[in-house]
């Protein structure tokens, strides 16, 4: 392995465990989406990444995007799928995909980007308890495409992404069975206590 590759690799797992570290620490899954896409943007010299939803209407939300230029969070985008575009192809398949040449992308999600110079893409899909939930895109302006292993690179980083938002989800429902036992509690009491019906 040369010096080059050493390096690669070190620079990959610092990332990773900066993330992990987030999503070990119960760090708001917003602020795990906004290091995800500045990490594989930076790591895989893209000019844009991304991380958004699926939604059930046939759209996709973006939660957190990175350019060149900086942080945008996307503000609430909201482009629907359809057509041939690599967020299509991996809600379609549920599986990593890529566009070496955005000549032969189309469909508004193709469309949103086609202003900003893209010629590749390749996205892997973030998965939640085994259901897919959404994607991890990054793209590049450069005429070579990204690199064969853009997607295995992204896909530790989906897998983060995914232990995150099940950990707010279960934080989410464990506070709401906590709130429900207080109410029951304090209603038992009221009953225990001899309490009129009102």
Do not use: C, K
Request: net charge neutral; aromatic share 4%.
């Amino acid at each position: 392995m040369n010096a080059r590759a050493s390096d690669r690799i070190a620079e990959e797992q610092a990332a990773l465990r900066r993330v992990a570290v987030l999503v070990a620490s119960g760090a708001p899954p917003e602020e795990v989406f906004t290091t995800v896409t500045a990490e594989v943007r930076r790591l895989l010299g893209a000019d844009l990444s991304a991380l958004a939803r699926y939604d059930p209407d046939g759209a996709m939300t973006y939660m957190s995007r990175w350019s060149a230029a900086g942080e945008d969070r996307g503000g609430g985008a909201r482009p629907r799928l359809g057509g041939r575009n690599v967020s299509t192809l991996v809600f379609q398949s549920g599986r990593p995909a890529r566009i070496d040449d955005f000549s032969q992308a189309w469909g508004p999600p193709a469309d949103a980007v086609r202003g900003l110079g893209i010629r590749s893409g390749a996205g892997v899909p973030v998965m939640v308890d085994g259901r897919l939930w959404g994607i991890v895109r990054v793209a590049s302006t450069s005429e070579e495409p990204l690199p064969a292993d853009t997607e295995t690179r992204l896909a530790a980083f989906t897998e983060l992404v995914g232990t995150a938002i099940a950990n707010a989800h279960a934080r989410v429902e464990l506070r709401r069975h906590a709130d429900e036992q207080a109410a029951l509690r304090r209603v038992a009491t009221l009953v225990a206590g001899g309490a009129t019906a009102e």
